[in-house]
């Protein structure tokens, strides 16, 4: 899996983010996969995908942010989030029992939510089912400082105030 990334305009409304995203996502393709002609399409659920299965990849932006995922070896989702405060109240919808005290023990509970958000929504996206599903039932653990989740293969980096998360 590889992720790209590039900031953005802050001034940059959600339909100029996505047309940013795509853009991002199709220089890619040409540059680094060798894809001169994406013929992009959409899953029922509203996952989009190559219509050759090729690569597959995963969107994401963020204000500031617009950023892909990309395999040639099975699905990738990713998720992006602009560090900021963020309310605990969501925790408890989406985080189990063993997540919520990992949030609290935190020194920033919130920023520790918003770890385990991004990562959760970028296996939702892996799944292509988006935030349509109970984000309870995949349970993040922590060795070291790397993210584990079963099924999935998880990566986290921060960069100029921003979460990036992947799962392939």
């Known amino acids: 899996m590889r992720i790209y990334y590039e900031k953005t305009d802050d001034a940059l409304r959600a339909g100029a983010l996505h047309d940013a995203a795509y853009a991002l996502l199709r220089r890619v393709l040409s540059e680094d996969f060798g894809v001169a002609s994406a013929d992009i399409r959409k899953t029922p659920e509203g996952k989009p ?3 050759d299965g090729r690569v597959r990849f995963s969107l994401s932006h963020t204000k500031g942010l617009v950023c892909c995922a990309l395999s040639a070896d099975g699905e990738v989702g990713i998720d992006s989030e602009r560090i900021r405060p963020v309310s605990l109240r ?4 989406v985080c189990t ?3 919520l005290r990992d949030i609290r023990a935190s ?3 919130e920023s520790r939510f918003l770890v385990y958000w991004t ?3 970028s296996i939702s996206k ?5 935030l349509r599903e109970n984000f309870r039932q995949y349970e993040i653990l922590w060795d070291g400082e790397q993210p584990v ?6 990566q986290i980096q921060k960069t100029d105030g921003f979460l990036i998360a992947a799962a392939e």
Not at 90 to 93: G, I, N, T
Not at 149 to 154: A, Q, R
């Open 149 to 154: 989740c079963e099924g999935h293969k998880l």
């Open 107 to 109: 020194e920033d509970p």
């Open 126 to 130: 892996k799944r292509g089912v988006g």
């Open 97 to 99: 029992e063993r997540e």
């Open 119 to 121: 990562l959760k929504e």
């Open 90 to 93: 969501a925790a408890e919808r």
């Open 49 to 51: 995908y190559l219509a």
